[in-house]
């Protein structure tokens, strides 16, 4: 029997982390997955984040502590199974070793954390999750507060990693019955690269028809490819954009360092991110 697909959700018990939570939550249900929290702890104590200062602490000011108030509370609006991990050492790479130790399906973080309680999860911590993690990674801005999946956004470069995310989309699609938007991303009118990125766009659509998924194209042109996805996504109120991190030295490329890391820093709309392992 086939073990159920696990998402994992690193928690710093702030409002971010806990939206991520409950996204997770909702997948996980819906592919008969299973939820585990992770925590890198920092000290045997903590001081108590706002997230549960209307709580009754009857757990105490722990790390468990605070896992069991909020196990307590979503234990019952998880249909798989559902616990938590403390593991000790640098938040991202624990956050790895668990998703590689557990053969993770997929990890669901926020983008935005706690100041003094844990580090900053925007930036460093929750991109090098990203570039480096064995399996997708969802990153989440807390104002976005809606779990359904009916809309994603497929960005398409003229790198050939940019279409090694098109199968893991696919099996979202399905799963979520989604629609998916592939649109062609430049930020130049030259023609041979206008003429590659519609056949490019034209492949991958024909790949999700075949496989009974919805699929709308577009052709987007600006002078950055984040902001003109972002909008994109925003004006047809997208609820999740698929990009690649593979670091390579290809020049056309354009999911790499900056642009990706501006995608998961900035985007209001939840992203996946896929590297090709």
Known sequence: MKSPKLIIVPIDFSNDSINALEHAIYMANKIDGDVRMINVRKAKTQDIPSYFKDFNLVFGNTVEGYFEIIFEKYKDRVKGRFDYKVRDGKVYQEIINQAKYDDAYMIVMGTHGLSGFEEFWIGS???KVVSNAPCPVITIRNGFLRTGLSKIILPIDMSSESRKKVPVVADLA??????IHTIAVRETNAQDIVDKLELYTTQVCEYFTNKKVRCHTESLYGDN????TIEYAKGVDADLIAIMTEQDEDMYNLWLGAYAQQMVNHSPIPVLSVRAI
């Open 225 to 228: 490819i984040t902001n003109i």
């Open 174 to 179: 399905l799963m979520f019955d989604a629609e």
């Open 125 to 127: 911590n929750a991109y």
